[in-house]
């Protein structure tokens, strides 16, 4: 896999297609080729030049242990770190989950960089805590409850997940996860940043109408998906993609 550099971390990612460059970033238990494996990349290949990326401490990436390496601002250099080495001065961007949260980083921290940015199943009013709290509010536990556990055993649920999380490294997992969790949102700064967004999640997913909102109050495209909880809204690549098409190519601007 190709490597592009950041602050001596190693941050691999692959490039397929031709056209405009579109970065897909996966979300938190997830690698680049998931973005195949789940039915995107084949439709996109034919009109973009695609960059899947491995998350700092996912797959084929460097495996920090400190927090401060999965910071927003870093986040965001990361995937600025991929564009230099492709050399691709902009860029459009879709991004789930932590996917959309690293969009949000870039959007803030260099907007000069994002053509567009698609943004799927991720709070950026709340953040990641938003879904904690429903998480132990369902489970009766206590708000000071150490909630990674939780979220790890869910995600090995899924094998595609749990494969990931076997082979990474449990103290940089910890260390993703534990930036990722106390993240602020972002809504402020995200609403005057300048790029042009489109937002979606399922009305299953907890983020949904935290999404919604943000969405209707600065006037972004915003899409739901019926009946959908945050893993279906990932899965659902045949129902996404002909809504997200449209607004990557700037023939409309929102579905």
Same mark, same amino acid.
Do not use: K
């Given at each position: ?12 990612? *692959?490039?397929?297609?031709? !056209? ?56 965001? *250099? ?48 709340? !953040? ?37 999380? *076997? ?89």
């Amino acid at each position: 896999m190709p490597i592009a550099r950041r602050d001596g971390f190693e941050i691999a990612y *692959e490039v397929a297609g031709d !056209g405009p460059p579109l970065v897909l970033h996966p979300g938190m238990y997830q690698v680049g080729d998931h973005w195949s494996r789940a039915g995107y990349t084949g439709s996109l290949t034919g009109s973009w030049t695609v960059i899947t990326i491995d998350p700092l401490g996912l797959g084929a990436s460097c495996a920090p242990h400190d927090p401060a390496a999965y910071a927003l601002p870093r986040r965001a *250099e990361s995937v600025v770190a991929v564009l230099d080495d492709v050399g691709a001065d902009r860029a459009a961007y879709w991004g789930y989950s932590l996917g959309a949260l690293t969009g949000y980083a870039v959007a803030v921290h260099a907007p000069e960089r994002l053509a567009r940015l698609v943004a799927g199943g991720f709070d950026p009013i709340g !953040g990641f805590r938003t879904a904690v709290d429903m998480v132990l509010e369902h489970f009766g536990l206590p708000a000071d409850t150490d909630p990674y556990p939780l979220m790890e055993q869910a995600a090995r649920a899924d094998p595609v997940f749990a494969a990931v999380i *076997e082979a990474a490294d449990p103290a940089a997992l910890r260390a993703n996860f534990e930036a990722f969790l106390h993240e602020p949102g972002v809504h402020a700064d995200l609403a005057s940043a300048g790029v042009p967004m489109l937002m979606y999640a399922g009305t299953a997913d907890p983020w949904h109408e935290p999404m919604r909102t943000f969405a209707d109050r600065t006037g972004t495209p915003f899409f739901s998906l019926p009946g959908a909880d945050h893993q279906n809204g990932w899965s659902r690549s045949a129902d996404v993609l002909p809504l997200v098409l449209p607004f990557l190519t700037g023939s409309v601007s929102s579905p």
